[in-house]
């Protein structure tokens, strides 16, 4: 880097430290809203670019279009658009007075587990042409290693006819959220900045210093790559672990849950928790982006698909495992009526990105039955739970809902024309409900 862009670069760093750098965030979904909450909320003029009107207009309202169980996040989006510091916008063009844009766009992959990077590749052509000479870029987005030197540094310099380092600068920042703790998760978790320079990766954590209250560690752009993607394959791995223990378990009349709380007594151990399936927008594609940064380098990969493929059969299972327990009630699923509880890929939630839910019950009516479903914070399946119970000949547990945790199971009763359910969650293992024929995933007979 050259003497004079390492003067700019100072001059970004100092804007940023006394909060007079003008910042933008495009993409304001359950990253983004809050990342610029938080930015604006200690003083930064910060303007959000969202291609749908209707969440713009919603937000420029001061309303929040994240439902679910969401601590702190309405009243904050509030408060700092009365203030000013935050405004929304679906027009690229006016982002041409920003120092700092943050880009959180979603990253999904298709069907043959490769990086679908629609929305990345779109939000950058359109940024290039208006990108202010020394601005700086970071993409907060999950991303596969080499994505930023392959393709979101060729199409900004491509579009803006700049240089990276020398007309601009770029870094990598993943986020690190969970539907339900957004909030606290920007606050409390460490954050990896991955720059393209050691001064470009300094500049970014005294960025994030203003709402970071965790470790910053300043890095390159592969490293901050992978240990995204890492950190999520970690989790996928030792999910299935735990999933395949719990496959173990009923098969040989033992106890999932039991044997993981002895299990962790251990030094050392912590098998995560088994259940109905894994969902997001996070876990079930991070490894595919993973693996998706090594494809052709010959570098043969087992554990990671392995654990996909596991993680994937669990909603198929509890299907196996509810058929299973109607022919201990002497019926078939072939015309039962079913009720799912939980649609939402996550407990008091109203995220649905890659539900287990929807692989569920698309399996259930491929097999006959007739599917109702209910979910407390997703719209299109709201009511009354108890009249959609009405003649059910079972109940499938797919989400822990705090609402199903107070469940009255004696009204309940009264409603289903077989009292069964299923449990994919380990809910009520401790304390099934009486009168109820009862069946747990990771529990044996």
């Not at 909320?41 to 420029?60: C, P, Q, S, Y």
């Not at 698309?362 to 739970?385: F, N, S």
Request: aromatic share 6%.
């Amino acid at each position: 880097m050259i003497a004079e862009e390492i003067m700019r670069l100072a001059e970004l760093r100092e804007k940023i430290e006394q909060k007079t750098a003008r910042l933008a965030v495009i993409g304001l979904g359950y990253v983004g809203l809050p990342v610029a909450a938080l930015f604006a909320d200690v003083g930064f003029d910060v303007l959000g670019v969202e291609i749908k009107a209707d969440r713009v207009e919603k937000i420029n309202a001061g309303l929040s279009p994240i439902e679910g169980e969401e601590p702190g996040l309405a009243e904050l989006l509030n408060r700092v658009i009365k203030s000013g510091r935050l405004r929304a916008t679906s027009d690229y063009n006016a982002l041409g007075d920003r120092d700092v844009i943050l880009i959180d766009v979603e990253t999904p992959v298709d069907d043959q587990h490769a990086p679908r990077y629609e929305a990345l590749r779109a939000a950058l052509k359109n940024l290039a042409p208006v990108l202010k000479p020394g601005a700086l870029v970071i993409v907060e987005s999950t991303i596969a290693p080499g994505t930023m030197s392959g393709v979101v540094q060729p199409l900004l310099e491509q579009g803006s006819r700049r240089r990276v380092n020398e007309g601009f600068y770029l870094g990598n920042c993943p986020e690190r959220v969970m539907p339900g703790k957004l909030l606290a998760n920007l606050r409390s978790l460490s954050r990896v900045a991955g720059g393209s320079s050691p001064e470009v990766a300094q500049t970014m954590t005294t960025l994030y210093r203003h709402i970071v209250q965790a470790d910053l560690d300043p890095v390159d752009w592969i490293t901050a790559e992978l240990v995204k993607t890492v950190e999520n394959a970690y989790r996928d791995v030792q999910i299935a672990f735990a999933n395949e223990v719990a496959l173990i378990c009923e098969a040989l009349g033992g106890d999932v849950w039991k044997v993981r709380e002895l299990v962790n007594k251990s030094p050392y151990r912590q098998m995560h928790l088994p259940g109905a399936g894994v969902g997001g927008h996070c876990i079930p594609k991070d490894p595919w982006l993973l693996a998706y940064g090594v494809q052709g380098r010959d570098v043969p990969l087992r554990l990671v698909p392995a654990a996909r493929k596991i993680n994937d059969h669990m909603p198929l299972h509890v299907v196996a495992l509810l058929e299973k327990t109607l022919a201990r009630a002497h019926h078939t699923l072939q015309s039962a009526r079913v009720l799912v509880l939980g649609y939402a890929y996550l407990e008091n939630s109203d995220d649905t990105r890659n539900s287990p839910s929807e692989v569920l019950v698309t399996q259930l009516r491929a097999k006959g039955a007739e599917v109702g479903v209910h979910d407390p914070y997703v719209a299109e399946y709201q009511g009354d739970l108890l009249k959609m119970a009405e003649g059910c000949d079972a109940a499938v547990l797919m989400v822990a809902h705090d609402a199903y945790r107070k469940l009255d199971f004696d009204a309940l009763y009264g409603r289903m024309r077989i009292p069964l359910l299923v449990d994919g969650r380990g809910v009520f293992r401790a304390s099934p409900p009486q009168g109820f024929v009862y069946a747990c995933v990771g529990v044996g007979e």
